[in-house]
């Protein structure tokens, strides 16, 4: 089993910026691909970054490209979601999860484990 738990969560004006971290506990880390993900209310989860387990680079949505950057330690087992310039559309509540294999993906239907979440509200 792996647990993850988010943090970093909070309120910020338009144009400002947010980190969010994913602590990861359980079992190794290495050899799972982790994924962020967001939702909305009244709305689907949806894909925001992933980053692969052996390194290479992350893959973001349309959406939040040049905004946000994702990176991950191995070592700490740690993941992270650098959020600048922030939009009021980026409200939502944010997932971490993550999927055995080396490989991120855009669907939450090939991650195995999920954090509990954490809200992001911006204000315009």
């Known amino acids: 089993q792996v647990q993850l738990v988010e943090s970093g969560g909070g309120l910020v004006q338009a144009g400002g910026s947010l980190r969010l971290s994913c602590a990861v506990s359980g079992r190794t880390f290495s050899g799972y691909a982790n994924g962020w993900f967001r939702q909305a209310p009244g709305k689907e989860r949806e894909f925001v970054a992933g980053n692969n387990w052996g390194g290479g680079s992350p893959g973001y949505a349309d959406s939040v490209e040049d905004r946000f950057t994702t990176s991950r330690d191995n070592a700490k087992n740690t993941v992270s979601l650098q959020m600048n310039n922030l939009k009021p559309e980026d409200t939502a509540v944010y997932y971490c999860?993550?999927?055995?294999?080396?490989?991120?993906?855009?669907?939450?239907?090939?991650?195995?484990?999920w954090g509990q979440g954490t809200q992001v509200t911006v204000s315009s």
């Open positions: 999860a993550a999927r055995y294999g080396s490989g991120w993906s855009r669907w939450t239907a090939d991650y195995d484990y």
